[in-house]
Structures are given as structure tokens and as C-alpha cells.
């Protein structure tokens, strides 16, 4: 036994130096506390390093937001070093050590937080441990306590703060691409401290309110205080910021001027979730707009109800808001296939949260936005957009997550649905025809997604879209009818009941290759939202499924778009509804794809859905089936494509979708 202890480490100690010492510090350590290695240790540190880390106002240190990294200065002021102090953990000299448990328990009083609980739970209950002479017992506290301070969302998000502070491009990339890939159990005990469900804690949100107007000295602390707890939330009426400074002014008997304090604040806050609330305040009170603001605020207006598209565009802040739908649907995504069959509202709200945690400190600059965007938040989103969507992770169905995942601009839809009747009072006639154009084509826009289908009754609006586009959309069609003209949505609106009611929309399904393109999209969206928010006709979709020529048809004919969106709608439902779509579904999709044959780009987009119903169900009999059956030739052609693919993704999945991911792959392979 001991020959063969001595062996295996002989083995890692050959594999662990084959090409130089290991230069990390935690690396050395784990070799040396395991007797790998006996005589390597931690290089001295300067002390000059020392020195800087000990004292905050040492003339050699950059100013910098606290962090895990202090950066300083050499003789000619011009040059910054970086210095992690975790480093310091893992020096054999407890003096050191001693420094960096210093430096980091003077962040655990900070605040707002700059470490979670895990960390400081770790540093409290290792203190002793790390500064014994023990090399065993401190190496092993060394270890623990570094990887926790690792793993630490918020310390992460200082660090990246630090580094965007210093205009360090590279270091920002580092710090975002840990914050893109949490550590679960650091999250846990932030998400218990903030408010993600409006629904489901509703007493907290509005003891929140009560608690920003009451602790509020100013008007701005009003904003400060209700955004630190409700600014990553959409919420409405009485629940928005509007009500929240009603209460405060009618309480405090002040008469502010709301108009430029709360601008002031919004301009001066680092994410574009702050003009949704302040253009609340005055869509919900119009009083408080001063003679001569009102084109402004119409601006200010349809810079958040514009939904962004991919360019540049006009606003200031429409990369990011881009950034910040990217981020939370991101993190959506990636919660969704870690946390499986879990509360999806407080899921979605908690990467709402997350979201604008990490665009907050990247903050307005369209340089910086372009380049983190294209360099690591796309690639990054993409790679576990494309995980959910092979696993589809089973989720309790709510409005908040179809929102986060399927609308492009949640915001912009909440903004509009929450200027309701009431717009004709935000004086609209004072504004150029071009952007009372604009404003038409937004609002027309949030009205074609025909999210919610259905509108809740005024007492039980807690969400700004809860109330749907509808009113607002009435109202501005209204104002163009007493101008003269009828705005293009009108006819919309006149079928809005029809093409949002469920039984409607079964009929439309049925029928859905005698619409257009577009009503082919909007049959096939609007069955999406009920399929994600739990109203949808299971039994009447699952009739059309069954008729052999229906699918025939619809998967043969219907537009690329439109199918995508109904594959969604389908698997979504497979989800919900364990049983015979999880046996037939991907079967149905099998006989689809061999069926077609001229179009290849449909054949590839069904050969797809197959995989991902396949690896959605936990079977792999269809895969094999058009693998192994009389086309087979036709279909190898995808296998070395979707093996590369699989391969990229599986170390990114969590172990549950990597174990479909294999079962997949083995057909892929066996294929060849």
C-alpha cells in the first residue's frame, strides 16, 4: 500500500511539473499540503507589496474601489502593477498571512457588500487555522478560504469594478467571465436577500416602499432607496416609482421639483433601468411635468420604449439596454439548467437582479459595451442559450420568466403598457409628426407581442406589463382618430381578442398554414406565451399533433420563423406535460425530417429539433432511427457538425444535460 502511495504521488508529481513549477500559488500549495512536492515553496514578497496592501493611503498605491486586487505604482508614476491579495494566503510566512486576513476582513464591514456570507463565513471559522504554524492545518485553511473568495460574486464584481475603473480591458474580460459563471452556493444567500418574486412577496415590496419613502430625506433618497431594493424589477401603479414618490412628497407636504431631482438622479446612475423608473414618476403623475417639458419627456420616453435592435442606434443608452437584455437572459438560462423544476419567477427575478448588477458597473460607454458585448457576453450567452435549448429544463411556469426569455424588451413593453388611458394627458399634441411616428411604431411594436394575453383587473397589477399594451395602444390610436387618421394598429387591435383567446388560437393552429407569414408568426408566438404562462390548450395541440397530415404539412410548409417558434411551443409543453409527448414527440419530429426532401436547410433545422426533443426527453431511439434507417445517408452528413458542437458544450452544462449530451453522442458516434 505504501509503495503504491509513494508511486501515485512520484506519478503526480512528474505530470504536475512536466513542463515548469506550477506558478499559481493555490497550485504549489496543494501539491505541498499532499507531500507531492517537498521543495518548492512561495517566492518572498516585496515589501514594498506588503506595505501597499497594509496601509489604504501608501503614496505608492492607486486609488481604486475596494477589491481583490490592489494595484500600485513604480517610481515613475506611469506603470500599474496588479497584485491579488489571495496570493498572500498561501506564503509560508504566517506574517504575510496575517496581511492578507487583515486586508480582506476590512471589506467584511463594508457597505454596500463587497463579500458574501460564504466568504466571510469561511474567513471567521479558518481565521485561527490559517495563521497556525501547522502546515497542514493553515495550508488547508489557506485553500478553503481563497476558494470561497474565488467563487464570491460580489468580490468578483469588485474586482471587475476595479479593473473598468482603470480602463483595463483585458482584466474586465477576466472578472465578467467569472461573473458569467457563478458559483451556486455563492448566490444562494444573496438571493435570500433581495427581492425576486413580486408576486410571492408582495408584503416585502411594499414594506420596502413604505421603508424608502420613510428613511428618505430627499427626493433622491426616495430613488436611492427604492431602487437599491426594487430598481431590477418592472413593477407598476402603486408599486413603481411613481407611487413611491407621490407618497413621499403627499407625506413630507414638500414640494420638490421632481422634474430635475429625478432626472438628475436617473443621469447620474450607471444603468438605463433607472430611466424606466423615472419616466413612471411622470407618465403616472403628469403634474409634475413643467410647462415646456413635455417633448423631452416624450424623448426620454421612447429612448426606453423603443425595443432596441441590434445597431447602434440614437439613445444613449441603447447598447445598454441591448447589454442588459443579453445579461438576463443569459443568467435566466443559466440558473434554469442548473436549478431545474424550480420557482421560475424568483428565478428569472434573481437574473434580472444579476443582470443589472454586473451592466451597472460596465456602466454607459458604447466603447466598452461593443467590446465586452462582442468579445465575451454574446459568445458566453450564446453557448448556454444553446444548452437550455438542447435540454429545456423543466421550470414552474410565470409571466416574469416568458418576459425574460422571449420578449425582446421587457422594459419597453412595461413602460408602454404602464402609460395606459392616461397618455392623452402627457400632452402628445405638442410633437412633430416624425415623433409622434416613432412613438406609434414602438407602441405597435410592444403591441405585437401580445404579451400578456390577458390584462389583470387594476387591484391586481404588480407588474407594469400586467395591465398589456392594449390601453395604451387604444388611447393612441384614439389620438390619431381625432387628428384625422387611423393608426395601422387599429386592425390589430381589432382582432387583439380573437388572436390572444385560447381556444381561438387552438382553431388557428388547426388552420394556421392558411395565414400569411406573419400571422403564421404571431399564431405560433402567442401559443408560446401560453404554453410558458400555463394556459395553453394542451389537448387540442396534442389533436393536431396526432393528425399524421396536419404534421405533414405544418413541418413541411410553415415558415422557417414561425416553426421555430412553434418547436418551442411544443417542447415547452413536453416539459409540462410528462407522458405521451415525452414518448412521441420526438418521433413525430423523426417522421417529419425524413419526409422532407428537397428543402436542406428545413431537413437540417428538423434534424435539430429531433436532438433537441431527443436530449429534452432522455432517449435517443429517434436520433437512431434517422441514423440508422433507410435515409441514413441523407442525415450523416449533420453528425460530425452537432459532435463538435456537443463536445464545446458539455463541459459547460451541469452534469444532468452533459449525462443526455453523451447519450446523444454515443448515437452520433456509432453513426459514423
Not at 240 to 245: F, K, M, T
Not at 546 to 554: A, G, K, L, M, S
Request: hydrophobic share 45%; glycine share 6%.
Amino acid at each position: 500500500m505504501a509503495a503504491g502511495t509513494r508511486a501515485l504521488k512520484g506519478l503526480m508529481t512528474r505530470y504536475a511539473l512536466f513542463h515548469e513549477p506550477p506558478a499559481d500559488g493555490r497550485s504549489l500549495t496543494i501539491l505541498r499540503k499532499n507531500d507531492v512536492v517537498k521543495d518548492l515553496e512561495m517566492p518572498p514578497v516585496d515589501e514594498l507589496i506588503l506595505a501597499v496592501i497594509t496601509d489604504d493611503a501608501h503614496p505608492a498605491r492607486v486609488a481604486t474601489s475596494p477589491g481583490p486586487v490592489v494595484y500600485y505604482s513604480l517610481d515613475d508614476n506611469l506603470s500599474r502593477q496588479a497584485f491579488p491579495v489571495t496570493d498572500l494566503f498561501f506564503n509560508p510566512d504566517v506574517k504575510v498571512r496575517r496581511i492578507a486576513l487583515a486586508y480582506f476582513k476590512r471589506m467584511s464591514d463594508l457597505e454596500p457588500q463587497v463579500l458574501d456570507a460564504p466568504s466571510k463565513d469561511a474567513i471567521a471559522s479558518l481565521e485561527k487555522r490559517l495563521v497556525s504554524s501547522g502546515p497542514k492545518r493553515w495550508r488547508d485553511a489557506a485553500i478553503r478560504i481563497a476558494d470561497a473568495l474565488h467563487d464570491d460574486f460580489l468580490l468578483n464584481l469588485a474586482g471587475m469594478r476595479q479593473c473598468h475603473a482603470l480602463a483595463w480591458g483585458e482584466g474586465v474580460r477576466k472578472w465578467l467571465r467569472l461573473l458569467l459563471r457563478p458559483s451556486l452556493p455563492s448566490l444562494d444567500p444573496l438571493a435570500s436577500q433581495i427581492i425576486t418574486s413580486a408576486t410571492d412577496q408582495l408584503d416585502e415590496v411594499k414594506s420596502a416602499i413604505s421603508n424608502s419613502v420613510l428613511k428618505a430625506e430627499s427626493l433622491r433618497q426616495v430613488c436611492d432607496n427604492y431602487y437599491r431594493r426594487l430598481g431590477h424589477l418592472p413593477l407598476g401603479g402603486t408599486f413603481s416609482l411613481g407611487g413611491a414618490v407621490a407618497d413621499w412628497i403627499g407625506q413630507s407636504g414638500r414640494k420638490p421639483n421632481a422634474w430635475k431631482q429625478i432626472w438628475a438622479w436617473a443621469d447620474e446612475m450607471p444603468s438605463p433601468l433607472a430611466h424606466y423608473h423615472a419616466c413612471t414618476v411622470f407618465t403616472q403623475h403628469p403634474e409634475f411635468v413643467p410647462a415646456g417639458k413635455h417633448r423631452q419627456l416624450w424623448e426620454r420616453i421612447l429612448d426606453v420604449i423603443e425595443v432596441p435592435g441590434t445597431d447602434a442606434g440614437t439613445s444613449e443608452w441603447t447598447l445598454g439596454w441591448l447589454m442588459w437584455h443579453e445579461l438576463a437572459r443569459h443568467y435566466a438560462c443559466y440558473l434554469e439548467c442548473h436549478i431545474p423544476n424550480s420557482d421560475s419567477e424568483r428565478l428569472s427575478g434573481f437574473a434580472w437582479w444579476l443582470a443589472d448588477a454586473v451592466s451597472s458597473v460596465i456602466g454607459k460607454s458604447r466603447q466598452a459595451i461593443d467590446y465586452l458585448m462582442k468579445t465575451t457576453i454574446i459568445p458566453e450567452a450564446g453557448n448556454f442559450a444553446h444548452v437550455r435549448q438542447l435540454a429545456h429544463p423543466v421550470a414552474k411556469t410565470s409571466m416574469l420568466r416568458y418576459a425574460t426569455l422571449c420578449i425582446r424588451s421587457p422594459w419597453a413593453l412595461g413602460l408602454t403598457c404602464e402609460m395606459g388611458p392616461g397618455i392623452a394627458r402627457l400632452k402628445p399634441e405638442l410633437l412633430d409628426a416624425e415623433v409622434r411616428e416613432s412613438i406609434g411604431g414602438a407602441i405597435e411594436l410592444n403591441l405585437l407581442s401580445c404579451f400578456p394575453l390577458r390584462a389583470k383587473s387594476d387591484d391586481q397589477v404588480v407588474y407594469a406589463f400586467d395591465r398589456t399594451v392594449v390601453p395604451t395602444a387604444k388611447a393612441w390610436s384614439e389620438l390619431g382618430e381625432d387628428a384625422g387618421s387611423t393608426h395601422p394598429f387599429a386592425t390589430l387591435l381589432e382582432h387583439y381578442p380573437k388572436i390572444t383567446n385560447p381556444n381561438d388560437l387552438a382553431n388557428a393552429l388547426g388552420s394556421i398554414l392558411n395565414e400569411q407569414e406573419g400571422g403564421q408568426l404571431l399564431v405560433a408566438q402567442n401559443i408560446r406565451a401560453l404554453a410558458y404562462t400555463g394556459g395553453a390548450p394542451v389537448s387540442r395541440i396534442w389533436e393536431c399533433m396526432q393528425d399524421e397530415q396536419w404534421r405533414r404539412d405544418v413541418w413541411l410548409k410553415l415558415e422557417p420563423v414561425a416553426l421555430e417558434t412553434l418547436f418551442e411551443s411544443v417542447a415547452e409543453i413536453q416539459a409540462q406535460n410528462d407522458d405521451k409527448w415525452t414518448s412521441h414527440l420526438p418521433h413525430f419530429l423523426a417522421l417529419a425530417c425524413e419526409a422532407v426532401s428537397e428543402e436542406k436547410e428545413r431537413e437540417e433545422l428538423i434534424f435539430a429539433f429531433t436532438l433537441a426533443a431527443s436530449m429534452q426527453t432522455g432517449t435517443v431511439s429517434a436520433v437512431e432511427r434517422l441514423l440508422r434507417g433507410e435515409h441514413k445517408d441523407r442525415f450523416a452528413q449533420y453528425v460530425a457538425g452537432w459532435r463538435d458542437r456537443l463536445l464545446s458544450l458539455m463541459p459547460l452544462a451541469p452534469g444532468w444535460i452533459a449525462g443526455r449530451m453523451r447519450a446523444v453522442m454515443a448515437s452520433l458516434y456509432v453513426a459514423e
